[in-house]
């Protein structure tokens, strides 16, 4: 009997366990310090202080970054090459997006560093009005080299219903009705190497589902962007190294950071929470 599967499960049981026995500690004594009103450091007239919930703050912070850092020497030490020979799909989600950072989002994609034999781009707009048509018309520019597929579909995965018949069957005769635009995406994204669809708005995961399902396995990784994006020529080839050094990768994320920095505060405030869940959590 092998005993292995027993004792991993036990194993994650106990951890399990112990975890919750620790957020119980933690909660009861930050209970106890708010109710004590219990403060390592205060200001005159009590405007700023820095109590248990402070010291939990940093601790967490500090062991985050301490991980990280060790995670980054680790990655920054890998010398793995690109082996140049997965097809990767590049999705991209778009929605009202400003031309000026649709046309550079695009332009990036353009200056990828990866065989482009190799890449199948797929650009699905969330919405197919005429107002949404400068989207699907400027990748048709900026992709004109690649003979583009463009396609407009009046509906998405979710939102189109089979006609119904005579006593309320969605079928006849035992011929189920299918969208045939649905076919039609399907068919262009897997035989054209650039393709724009713009369809019924459904939102960014109905986006993000139409290109991951249409698709499917006929590459072997997808890379996804949103249309306001601007990518670093060796996006791909750093993303597709660290999935090939490892087969028990499934994902890997890039290191996104904001463009307008100096714009704001508000933008400023925004780059370093887009550091953090980048680089530390």
């Known amino acids: 009997m092998d005993i292995k599967p027993v004792l991993r499960r036990f194993g994650s049981w106990v951890r399990a366990i112990l975890t919750f026995l620790f957020a119980l500690l933690v909660l009861g004594v930050m209970l106890w310090a708010y109710i004590d009103g219990f403060q390592i450091a205060t200001s005159p007239f009590n405007i700023i202080s820095f109590g248990f919930y402070g010291v939990l703050l940093t601790l967490h912070v500090l062991i985050q970054s301490f991980f990280a850092f060790v995670e980054h020497r680790r990655m ?28 550079e989002c695009l332009q990036s994609v353009r200056a990828l560093q990866y065989p482009s034999e190799l890449l199948r781009i797929v650009m699905v707009v969330d919405g197919n009005s005429e107002d949404d048509r400068y989207m699907m018309e400027m990748f048709r520019e900026v ?116 463009l307008n920095l100096k714009d704001s505060y508000i933008s400023f405030m925004s780059s370093l929470r887009y550091w953090m869940a980048f680089n530390i959590e």
Not at 83 to 103: C, H, N, V, W
Not at 199 to 207: A, D, L, S
């Open 76 to 103: 920054n030490a890998r010398r793995n090459p690109c082996s140049y020979t997965k097809t990767i799909g590049f999705t991209i989600s778009a929605y009202q997006e400003d031309p000026a950072y649709l046309r």
């Open 143 to 258: 992709f004109a080299d690649q003979d583009p597929g463009c396609y407009i579909w009046q509906n998405n995965y979710h939102s189109w219903k089979p006609p119904v018949q005579e006593g309320g069957a969605a079928e006849a005769d035992g011929v189920v009705f299918e969208d045939h635009q649905r076919l039609e995406v399907e068919e262009l994204i897997r035989t054209k190497t650039c393709v724009c669809v713009m369809q019924k708005w459904g939102g960014k995961r109905e986006v993000m589902y139409t290109a991951f399902k249409a698709l499917g396995s006929s590459v072997d990784y997808i890379q996804v962007c949103d249309s306001d994006t601007k990518l670093d020529p060796l996006a791909t080839v750093e993303l597709c190294k660290v999935l090939e050094s490892n087969q028990k990768y499934g994902a890997v994320g890039g290191d996104v950071m904001i």
